[in-house]
């Protein structure tokens, strides 16, 4: 029994992993929650905003690529954020005043406004297809692991090697960062603290003088760099193609709901529970238990619940079994 090399295995094939996509998951359902929280709608184009964010990302990046500019050892991404925050923001901001503002001002059904943003969702898809193409696109560049197999093995004399990847890492610290940033906004500023009066009661937050044009367009700015981060974060840790970020939208709004809608502790903690529920399932562990086990007991088979190909089926599963059984989520959709 080798206890340490399984422990190993496990931390790069799932624990690792997970946590990456835990905190990309956690940012893509944050953005989810603002909208469900203050605008009172469930955002269905939400994960192709994301796409959207991160295809002008990949364009610019490809343009500083082009000029010679780099960052060293991080991708390139990371100066053009700024441009795909900035054509996200145009995007959304200008999808609310053509569109949504329209069904708010009617007081329109929030239902109604499920089914306007499915067509939102489309539209933005195919714009994207358009734009950049239908293949995956790589535009990631600088070093590829922070901690190499080899260079771990030659540390540790262990049979089995650690890694992570640059793009992990990044996407952990970026999403403590931004986590803390939002919630520092939300309850130290005074437009934050509009939001959260907004988003408690509508009514008193009006009669009390708060502006509901600019909460609306604050709330869709900062949807706009969530979106792209979490897309950003997403493209460099695994790849950019348009029709996965469509299939990211159930993860998303799993986590929002398995959290609690509406409650942007949830949405971390949600992000985090599908991850890592995700990852688990759809792993073989066949290799972390020929460390644990005795020779004579090593399994034959791959020892996997679930093929990667269902993996998206994992959050559908745990999205049901929580709508039956709490459908407030953990955090009973607390407001923002």
Known sequence: MDPLNALIVLANFVIIPAMAYGAQLSLGALGVTLIYGILRFSNFAHADGMAAGTAATILFTWWLQALGVSLGPLPTALLAIPVGIAVAAALLLGTDRVVYRFYRARRAAPVVLVIVSMGVMFVYNGLVRFVIGVDDQNFADGERFLISVRDFREMTG????????????????TAVIVVALLFWFLQRTRTGKSMRAFSDNE??????????????????????????????????????????????????FASAIVGGLGSPLGAIAGGFIIAFAEVTITYPLKKVLSYLMPESMEPDGLIQLLSTDYKFAVSFVILIVVLLVRPTGLFRGQSV
């Open 203 to 252: 009514d008193l937050a009006l009669l009390s003088g708060i502006n509901p044009e600019k909460v609306v367009t604050v709330t869709w700015l900062i949807v706009a760099a969530l979106a792209t981060i979490a897309g950003v974060l997403y493209g460099l840790d695994k790849s950019f193609k348009p029709f996965t970020y469509f299939q990211l939208l159930l993860p998303i």
């Open 158 to 173: 262990l049979e089995e090697g650690l890694a992570i990847k640059t793009s992990q890492a990044l996407t952990v610290v």
